[in-house]
């Protein structure tokens, strides 16, 4: 086997494989970084004169698995939470806003309302909480205010219900934390030939970290971290492999 030399540059295409089953369970297709960490403990012996350095036992080998992901999706999100995506067909509640003109004592509201109606009044393009305003009647969306005057501006705030097959929801609960997946990741690296090879890493079990952040930024483009601490094989011992093709 020729000993040859690689460059690595190009991002890896990220796979989970569910364990139990052995079936992938998300592709991720879209990240920006993909970096295997690795880290190990030592030992030394010191002694003699100048208390020197003799000998050195490495022991306690780790590695961690570092994905940031540009884009986020509802599998990806319900991994980290550790509980599945729900169906909005099956009826999800939200909050609703809207900023409303007042027609004689009336506003019309885009949804049927299920909980919570509330109505501040707006004054220089501020909710004004010192105004008192009382929902009189909900008909159906057609509502009747006392405390406003014809021209008013209003905002209202409630709870509705959506039921929908395309909005979904993700819980994170207290008790519910990622899994442990089996993990192959494709890359390509160049030989010193200037030759594009196939790399691969296959890591057979790594355990999805619970800790992460959503950024919310009005100047930068989020990016989402997937961070996993790789576990040893307790069939093989192994923590990865990494091929060339």
Known sequence: MANKRYGLK?????????????????????????????????????GGQGNGRLMSWDYGRTATLTMQDALLSDVSLAMLSGNAVED????????????????????????????????????????????EVSVVENLAGEVTLTGVEDG???????EYTV?????????FSANAFPAT???????????????????????????????FSLTMDVENVSVFD????????????????IITL
Do not use: C, H, W
């Open 88 to 131: 909005g067909s099956k009826g999800i509640k939200v909050v609703g806003r809207e900023t409303l003109t007042v027609s004689g004592d009336k506003i019309s509201l885009k949804e049927s309302v299920v909980d919570n109606l509330n109505i501040m009044k707006v004054v220089n393009g501020v909710v004004d909480p010192t105004v």
């Open 10 to 46: 190009e991002v890896a295409n990220v796979i989970f494989f569910d364990i139990s089953t052995g079936k992938p369970a998300i592709f991720f297709d879209t990240l920006k970084v993909s970096t295997i960490e690795n880290e190990s403990e030592s030992a030394e012996a010191r």
């Open 152 to 158: 008013d501006t209003v905002m209202a705030f409630y």
């Open 181 to 211: 997946y089996r993990v192959v990741g494709d890359t390509l690296g160049k030989d010193q030939y200037g030759n594009l090879r196939k790399m691969q890493f296959i890591i057979p079990q790594a355990k999805l970290q619970s800790t």
């Open 163 to 171: 039921t929908n097959p395309n909005a979904s929801k993700i819980t």
């Open 226 to 241: 997937f961070n996993l601490d790789v576990l040893v094989d307790p069939d093989t011992d192994k923590l990865y492999e």
